[in-house]
T-cell receptor, first 114, second 116 residues
Framework: AQSVTQLDSQVPVFEEAPVELRCNYS??????LFWYVQYPNQGLQLLLK??????LVKGINGFEAEFNKSQTSFHLRKPSVHISDTAEYFC????????????FGAGTRLFVKA | EAQVTQNPRYLITVTGKKLTVTCSQN?????MSWYRQDPGLGLRQIYY???????DKGDVPEGYKVSRKEKRNFPLILESPSPNQTSLYFC???????????????FGEGSRLTVL
């Protein structure tokens, strides 16, 4: 079985500051990892994904994440946030061995202040 | 445009009045799923479907029904809604990992349901 833990439920940050949203996962099999973003009053959309290869993956809107297998983490970072980055962010995993169920973390609400 | 379409987006109903939330995708995805989102609880899976005529329970299926008669459609049925089903509902779809998929989910815009 898999589980995903997002270590912060809310992250307030000032505009143009860097931000890191933390995600740890647990799985007995190899997984694909995802970050999804949910802007206010919208559905979730894919921010980035790690399937294999380079452990640093880049996504949309200047976000990037680093896969650390030894620490079973997939933290999301952005060097300089904008007001428009205010949203809820979900970390998710799915077994890459033919599994079908995506496991989501509880979400981190990023609030960017002017 | 590739999309997942849910209707209605907003609905207020009363206890016991049957309702259906429709979901349609135009990407030929095999896999479709329904989630509910509640404050502090994240996304919880209600039902999913691996393909036409193949459906199965997720984590919180009680009080819900689904059907998958066509590949593109996956309606969520609340036969007798109760106030604890007041929530934000999302439909999602993807290609299966057994096929060409990576598990990336495509979500609808959400349906906010209030049961009085």
């Amino acid at each position: 079985a898999q589980s995903v833990t997002q270590l912060d439920s809310q992250v307030p940050v000032f505009e143009e500051a860097p931000v890191e949203l933390r995600c740890n996962y647990s799985s007995s099999v190899s997984v694909y990892l995802f970050w999804y973003v949910q802007y206010p009053n919208q559905g979730l959309q894919l921010l980035l994904k790690y399937l294999s290869g380079s452990t640093l993956v880049k996504g949309i809107n200047g976000f990037e994440a680093e896969f650390n297998k030894s620490q079973t983490s997939f933290h999301l970072r952005k060097p300089s946030v904008h007001i428009s980055d205010t949203a809820e962010y979900f970390c998710a995993v799915i077994p890459n061995t033919g599994g079908f169920k995506t496991i989501f973390g509880a979400g981190t609400r990023l609030f960017v202040k002017a | 445009e590739a999309q997942v379409t849910q209707n209605p987006r907003y609905l207020i109903t009363v206890t016991g009045k049957k309702l259906t939330v429709t979901c349609s995708q135009n990407m030929n995805h095999e896999y479709m799923s329904w989630y509910r989102q509640d404050p502090g609880l994240g996304l919880r899976q209600i039902y999913y479907s691996m393909n036409v005529e193949v459906t199965d329970k997720g984590d919180v299926p009680e009080g819900y029904k689904v059907s998958r008669k066509e590949k593109r459609n996956f309606p969520l049925i609340l036969e007798s809604p109760s106030p604890n089903q007041t929530s934000l509902y999302f439909c999602a779809s993807s290609f299966s990992l057994a096929g060409s998929g990576t598990g990336e989910l495509f979500f609808g815009e959400g349906s906010r349901l209030t049961v009085l």
